[in-house]
């Protein structure tokens, strides 16, 4: 199982661009802390790059700005590419949730509260505590 779900702060407006065939893509930075502090005493912040696509991407561009605390809920993802002979790794989350806990620096068209849900869709299959088989 590959789930994460992370609190933290946008770092900075989502980048919004569109794949050679037209689909939306955001990409945006959250500031994580971390539960612990160091041996200064002092908490440690994560910075988590994530992604988000399609519908969930449109949304994300539209209302989420620089300074908004979010829930993301995605799935970890590695990927490599190769620059001037040196492969180069990148470790972020690709969203399939992002939920807004404080508006802080968001926007919002509509007037939403400060809870909002963007689900980017349904899941293809959910598990029911009465499956007794695993669906592959």
Not at 24 to 33: C, K
Not at 65 to 84: F, M
Request: hydrophobic content about 35%; some cysteine; aromatic content about 8%.
């Amino acid at each position: 199982m590959n789930k994460v779900i992370l609190i933290g702060r946008l770092t900075k407006d989502p980048n919004m661009r569109y794949t050679p065939n037209s689909v939306p893509v955001a990409s945006f930075t959250i500031a994580v802390d971390r539960q612990y502090k160091n041996q200064n005493g002092e908490k440690e912040t994560d910075f988590i790059n994530i992604v988000a696509w399609r519908k969930l991407a449109e949304t994300v561009g539209k209302h989420l700005k620089k300074g908004a605390r979010v829930c993301v809920c995605g799935a970890l993802q590695t990927r490599s590419y190769e620059q001037d002979g040196v492969r180069k790794y990148i470790t972020e989350v690709v969203a399939d949730e992002a939920t807004i806990i404080d508006w802080n620096g968001a926007q919002s068209s509509q007037g939403a509260s400060s809870d909002y849900s963007f689900p980017q869709s349904e899941p293809l299959y959910q598990l029911d505590e009465t499956d007794d088989e695993v669906p592959f």
